[in-house]
């Protein structure tokens, strides 16, 4: 196996993309070229790639199997985000602009600020609740608390529900929180039935908060094929061999662009980073350490990277090479 250092796989990811431009390449030469371009980056551990409903590049170079889970890190805030269409789809819930405070005003602590009780469950999946953030350097200090969800909605106000994104796994405990009150199931319940059994894909138990909640938004797990099947729901308008799991509607408005990074620059759906520029449109979950799943609907393509979930992925580092490796490698190497 050849190693790459950080500089000589950049070189070698702009030597891919300009070697896929010149001339046709056969179908196989290109998804090679692919594999050869990913296995370069010593971070990722393996990748599956789903062109046209067909499985086209399978591969782990490092780390453990396809079949098994993997840690995907924030991804798991895609999977609550699905979990809201589906109470939304199911009825559980009238719609996303419901507040706190009418589905689980038992889950607001006392000394919260006043604003808390208009927070709706779109303010929390868009990631714009308004609430001093718990990722990051306080990510520690949150999960260290007695009560993760109470601890999250006692913190100061420092920009308006519905402003400014305010990137915290926080908000999307609470949304597990709350769908878990209005649906009476915990979020691995959910999650196994309203996803994992339509789909055929096995969720493994993850973390759970003090009072025995499962994390919203971080620490689940799926394999890479897994992750393919939940991306290809999304591509497929929310189907998956004739089962409608999620409605087309709650997929196509998840991929509506609502805010917006500050750190990377993209914009933000309910759940899924989005493309603004380039042609195609690429959505795309992300959790730390480079775990992706992208959905290019315009090219019928599907991708789901793991990577070492303990080295991180900056938007000027290994992430921004994943998005050289998806938008200049892989999407051009679904043209014919």
Do not use: C
Not at 60 to 84: C, M, N, Q, W, Y
Not at 106 to 135: F, H, K, Q
Not at 188 to 208: S, V
Not at 224 to 252: A, K, T
């Amino acid at each position: 196996m050849h190693h790459y250092s950080p500089t000589s796989r950049r070189v070698f990811l702009a030597g891919a993309t300009a070697a896929l431009s010149v001339g046709p390449l056969s179908a196989q030469s290109r998804w090679d070229r692919v594999a050869d371009a990913a296995r370069a980056l010593d971070q990722l551990h393996g990748i599956v790639i789903s062109h046209k409903g067909q499985t086209v590049l399978a591969e782990a170079f490092r780390g453990p199997s396809l079949e098994r889970p993997a840690p995907i890190k924030s991804v798991s805030k895609t999977i609550v985000a699905a979990l809201l269409g589906a109470a939304v789809d199911n009825g559980d819930v009238d719609s996303v602009t419901a507040r706190i405070s009418d589905l689980a005003p038992n889950l607001i602590p006392a000394g919260a600020d006043p604003r808390v009780a208009s927070i709706t469950l779109e303010d929390l999946v868009t990631l714009r609740s308004g609430l001093e953030r718990t990722s990051g350097a306080n990510y520690g200090g949150w999960v260290s608390s007695s009560n993760w969800v109470a601890n999250a909605l006692r913190r100061p106000m420092i920009a308006d529900p519905g402003g400014r994104m305010l990137y915290s796994t926080g908000s999307f405990h609470v949304l597990g929180a709350v769908l878990s009150e209005v649906t009476g199931q915990s979020l691995l319940q959910q999650a196994r039935t309203r996803i994992g059994i339509p789909l055929g894909i096995d969720i493994p138990a993850w973390t759970r908060d003090p009072q025995g909640r499962y994390l919203g938004g971080n620490e689940m797990a799926l394999s890479p094929y897994s992750m393919i099947r939940f991306g290809e729901m999304y591509r497929l308008n929310g189907q998956w061999r004739d089962q409608q799991v999620l409605s087309q509607g709650w997929v196509n408005q998840s991929l509506v662009a609502r805010t917006q990074s500050p750190f990377s620059g993209l914009a933000y759906g309910y759940g899924w980073f989005l493309t603004q520029t380039g042609d195609p449109r690429i959505a795309i979950a992300r959790g730390y350490g480079g775990q992706i799943i992208a959905v290019v609907p315009d090219r019928e393509l599907t991708i789901a990277i793991t990577s070492d979930p303990t080295r991180p992925a900056r938007s000027g580092g290994y992430f921004g090479d994943l998005m050289r490796l998806i938008a200049g490698i892989i999407v051009p190497a679904t043209e014919v």
